[in-house]
């Protein structure tokens, strides 16, 4: 069944991303705060797990939202991630940004409406930190695809797919989770492929069934929105989990990876 083997990404000694390891990356959409960020980083490395998120530039749909922290939010991500031994996530909203995130960040990440961003694509190909590509919420899996060359003909062949939903004319969830793309770029492509089941569904409730079904499906990881107070977030509230609600994704997550001869990391 699987025509292309998964080639895994070594992030550090401890983390290999796309082996026998589901990677499972917990963060807040936005880094607000030094306290708050530092409560899911405590948890983080209360559950053995080895990477946190965090947008410090965020691409808003409105001007009028909360924009991020900048550079003061990748400082505090940083200080967080090296007080708990952690990696860091986070995105590049603009070729500016590229050596800023290269200096703070050990996973770059290039957002949903940044996915054909051609100048952006080539800028994060030349550099050696493995890339997170998210789909494009109107891309097909082939244009997606595409933009993963725009970055490997450049040198940069670390990269990671994430699926995280894409707009159907379904109106219930935010956006529809596309599994079926995930089960076929896990049997079709050399790069590992996860799942972001916070933006996939923008519902608390939805996240954990999601994740799981993201976990069967063959997703290599997963990338979950969590707050310790997400009725406050200044981004993406809704499908934010809290600190016990990301401990039960971990349990949760952690079963459906042991049926599969998998374990979370
Ligand atoms: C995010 O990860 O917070 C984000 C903005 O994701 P996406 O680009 O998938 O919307
Ligand atoms: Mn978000």
């Given at each position: 069944?699987?025509?292309?083997?998964?080639?895994?990404?070594?992030?550090?000694?401890?983390?290999?991303?796309?082996?026998?390891?589901?990677?499972?990356?917990?963060?807040?959409?936005?880094?607000?705060?030094?306290?708050?960020?530092?409560?899911?980083?405590?948890?983080?490395?209360?559950?053995?797990?080895?990477?946190?998120?965090?947008?410090?530039?965020?691409?808003?749909?409105?001007?009028?939202?909360?924009?991020?922290?900048?550079?003061?939010?990748?400082?505090?991500?940083?200080?967080?991630?090296?007080?708990?031994?952690?990696?860091?996530?986070?995105?590049?909203?603009?070729?500016?940004?590229?050596?800023?995130?290269?200096?703070?960040?050990?996973?770059?990440?290039?957002?949903?409406?940044?996915?054909?961003?051609?100048?952006?694509?080539?800028?994060?190909?030349?550099?050696?930190?493995?890339?997170?590509?998210?789909?494009?919420?109107?891309?097909?899996?082939?244009?997606?695809?595409?933009?993963?060359?725009?970055?490997?003909?450049?040198?940069?062949?670390?990269?990671?797919?994430?699926?995280?939903?894409?707009?159907t004319?379904e109106t219930l969830t935010r956006?529809t989770?596309?599994?079926?793309?995930?089960?076929?770029?896990?049997?079709?492509?050399?790069?590992?492929?996860?799942?972001?089941?916070?933006?996939?569904t923008g519902r608390?409730?939805l996240?954990?069934?999601?994740?799981?079904?993201?976990?069967?499906?063959?997703?290599?990881?997963?990338?979950?929105?969590?707050?310790?107070?997400?009725?406050?977030?200044?981004?993406?509230?809704?499908?934010?989990?809290?600190?016990?609600?990301?401990?039960?994704?971990?349990?949760?997550?952690?079963?459906?990876?042991?049926?599969?001869?998998?374990?979370?990391?």
């Amino acid at each position: 069944m699987i025509n292309i083997e998964t080639k895994p990404i070594s992030l550090s000694p401890e983390l290999t991303i796309g082996g026998n390891e589901s990677t499972l990356i917990l963060g807040p959409c936005s880094v607000e705060s030094y306290e708050q960020t530092r409560l899911v980083g405590k948890l983080i490395h209360k559950l053995g797990l080895k990477m946190i998120r965090g947008g410090a530039f965020k691409p808003r749909t409105s001007p009028d939202a909360f924009q991020g922290l900048g550079e003061e939010g990748l400082e505090i991500l940083r200080a967080v991630a090296d007080e708990f031994d952690l990696l860091v996530l986070s995105e590049a909203l603009g070729v500016e940004q590229v050596p800023l995130l290269q200096k703070y960040a050990d996973l770059i990440q290039i957002g949903s409406r940044n996915m054909q961003h051609f100048p952006l694509l080539w800028a994060v190909g030349e550099i050696e930190k493995p890339v997170m590509l998210k789909r494009g919420f109107m891309s097909t899996v082939e244009e997606w695809l595409a933009a993963a060359k725009h970055i490997s003909s450049r040198g940069n062949e670390k990269i990671i797919l994430c699926e995280r939903g894409i707009r159907t004319f379904e109106t219930l969830t935010r956006n529809t989770f596309d599994t079926n793309a995930i089960a076929f770029l896990k049997q079709n492509s050399p790069y590992p492929i996860f799942g972001d089941p916070s933006h996939a569904t923008g519902r608390a409730d939805l996240v954990i069934p999601a994740a799981q079904s993201a976990l069967a499906a063959g997703a290599d990881g997963l990338v979950v929105e969590v707050h310790p107070n997400p009725a406050e977030a200044l981004s993406d509230g809704k499908q934010s989990l809290t600190l016990a609600q990301g401990e039960e994704l971990f349990e949760q997550a952690t079963r459906i990876a042991t049926a599969l001869g998998r374990k979370i990391g």
